[in-house]
């Protein structure tokens, strides 16, 4: 009876992420740099606040949105960290990590033929659930912009139907962030169009030389802001996510997160609360642990004469294969072969990620040497 199955779902993939690092997952003596997962374990006092939830018998549903003390710290988080002002009541949503928020901001604002523009290479994420409410990816190639999502790229790409503009920054898989300027220019583009703007700030803690600028702060009105606890503190697991649109948007993503999950789970929504009041800053010797692998990394990739784009944030490089008369996937594979060594093929994150693999930096120095010296290793043959 597979013929009964919705067709958008049979053409859309499983992440091409996950299905190369399954693929690999099994072979022995691989180092693997190719989740972004954080390596630190979640912060203690954060673990000890979800274990006293679980005594405390803080067990049952919650308000749809969340606990109200939670929505509450998060809006100050956003006030606190990035200048921008929001409602605990009527403009937070605590979601089931990122990846839900965008799902239920997807559905609520897209419509069939209606046209998302966003940057390629770019994380899968985004594509399947856009095809899924019968809306069209417009791809934007920054590969000739430094990997940046620019005025003039976007306004080339804007037509009739333009619903939304995604903007992922820091990017992964590029690791590529925005500056403030390169914001106003954006929000002064969309000024006078309706068209809503889905920022996925998620590495927004991880931004190293530079401030982290939302830019709900130039255009809140158009702006759906998504952020969560997985890379700032670690809490991949634990799945918390954060959702912040005007009270006009909220209250209809509302309706689509309800039906869809009813509430986050209510320990870690707890352990959130700690996470975002006494654990505010949890993220800061993270970073500079990060900041010192990307800069080794950086240096090692450079000595090697690989081309790469020094990140400003997260923890990915994006490296461009030395060799142009093979793929992406191919080229991952030979080195899965021949150094056991396990990175991510660039065809992963759209077409237009071809010709490049993405290298996690989400792992100790030493797993880091290892894998940078079997990589250099395989180039030197």
Known sequence: MEHLINNRVKNIEISGIRKFFNMVADVKDMVSLTIGQ?????PEHVK???KKAIDENITTYTHNAGLIQLRKAAADFYLKKYNVDYSAEHE???TVGASEAIDITFR????EGCEVIIPGPVYPGYEPIIKLCGAIPVYADIRNTQFRMTAELIESLITEK???IVLPYPSNPTGVSLTEEELKEIAQLLKDKEIFVLADEIYSELVYEQRHVSIAQFMKEKTIVINGLSKSHSMTGWRIGMLFAPEYLSKHILKVHQYNVTCA???SQIAALEALTAGIDDALPMKQEYASRRDYVFNRLQTMGLDVIKPDGAFYFFVKIPVSNISSFDFCMELVN?????VVPGSAFSKFGEG???LSYAYSMDTLKEGLDRLEGYLRK
């Open 356 to 358: 490049y693999f993405r």
């Open 338 to 342: 021949e150094a056991k060594l396990a």
């Open 38 to 42: 954080p390596d630190f374990p979640t």
């Open 92 to 94: 937070a949503i605590i």
């Open 162 to 164: 333009t619903r939304c």
């Open 265 to 267: 789970t209510s320990i």
């Open 48 to 50: 000890e606040a979800g």
């Open 108 to 111: 609520t604002i897209l419509e």
